[in-house]
């Protein structure tokens, strides 16, 4: 017998062996005994990704999304500390919108955002390109500038309100160097205080925002550099060209995030100003008005709910802006 024989008659065991199983794992896949044992596999499984999920919608359930319904009941109220209220239409958002204090906590919100987010959208990202790359130095300075970011803003706040004290650091600096006669009032006067604490949020968050930069500079092509340098553009035509087109996502995705959390800043103004809102209330915020009708014994829940849904209303509405630039930005990529 040759080889070629024995070798052809290995291959046709073969193929009826293999058919053999195939057909009894047909047969076996079709048994009735088999459909429900997949069936209570799948039913396992999706019992046990459940118990997974679960804690996350319980606390989501706890602590947004009963406490938002609340606030929408709550807004149609008269509630306050000491009276259940009743229903009262939109009486809340009428007094609101006729309100002094609101319409200087929106311009006052407003303004931070106009003024705050370019930075956190400019200044993260040249800090990033500077101190991308992985020597020990920009390693060092990469940490000192994240290290606000850990700190505690009340501390923050606390710390600054020292500093920007007409006896503080600030001030006798600027005496010892002739450059002001008399103590500057970075926490009395309106604009004054309310710029400081936009310089504050940008100083806390920079270190975030760089992070976030550098994780983008980290998928830009070297070859990009190196072709643009050869071409003979600088540093700054280099950032220009490379730098920022190749993190324009990320931009959008930064610009949304700096716009939200400077519109419901609280921790800064609230502590260089010792919770009053400043002089006469003229540097309150939307959410230090929402602090100070919705808590103590003279709170006024229904009031503060209507105050809360306004801003609800101008956050989410950044964001959906905000959100459809994004996907603009990323079909164009």
Avoid at 92 to 97: A, D, E, I, N, S
Avoid at 161 to 170: P, S, Y
Avoid at 238 to 249: I, Q
Wanted: hydrophobic residues 50%; contains cysteine; aromatic residues 10%.
């Amino acid at each position: 017998m040759t080889s070629g024989t024995v070798s052809s008659g290995a291959k046709r065991t073969a193929r009826k062996n293999h058919g053999s199983v195939r057909g009894a794992r047909n047969s076996r896949a079709n048994s009735p005994d088999y459909v429900d044992e997949q069936h209570h596999i799948r039913e396992g499984r999706g019992f046990s990704g459940w118990l997974f999920v679960l804690p996350a919608i319980l606390v989501a359930l706890t602590f947004v999304i009963i406490p938002f319904i609340n606030t929408i009941r709550l807004s149609f109220t008269d509630a306050t500390f000491s009276n259940p209220g009743q229903f009262v239409g939109l009486e809340q958002y009428r007094k609101m919108l006729a309100d002094d204090a609101v319409h200087t906590g929106l311009i006052n919100s407003s303004l931070y955002v106009v003024c705050v987010v370019p930075c956190m959208v400019i200044l993260p990202l040249i800090l990033a390109s500077l101190v991308a790359g992985n020597s020990k130095v920009l390693a060092f300075f990469r940490a000192s500038f994240y290290l606000p970011v850990v700190v505690s803003t009340v501390i923050v706040g606390l710390v600054w309100t020292n500093l920007l004290d007409t006896r503080g650091l600030v001030n006798s600096i600027l005496e010892s160097a002739g450059w002001i006669k008399q103590a500057v009032p970075f926490l009395t006067d309106r604009w004054l205080l309310l710029f400081s604490a936009m310089a504050i949020t940008i100083w806390t968050g920079l270190g975030y925002y760089m992070i976030i930069y550098l994780s983008a500079l980290a998928n830009i092509d070297p070859s990009l550099y190196e072709a643009a340098a050869l071409d003979g553009a600088g540093v700054v035509r280099r950032f220009l060209h490379v730098t920022v087109p190749g993190c324009r996502s990320t931009m959008v995705l930064i610009m949304l995030l700096s716009s939200a959390a400077a519109f419901r800043v609280f921790n800064e103004i609230y502590v260089l100003t010792g919770g009053t809102g400043g002089v006469g209330g003229r540097d309150v915020t939307m959410t230090m008005l929402i602090k100070n009708y919705g808590t103590g014994l003279n709170a006024k829940y229904g009031y503060a709910g209507a105050i809360s849904m306004l801003v609800f209303l101008i956050v989410g509405s950044l964001i959906a802006i905000e959100f459809f630039v994004q996907r603009k930005v990323d079909r164009d990529a």
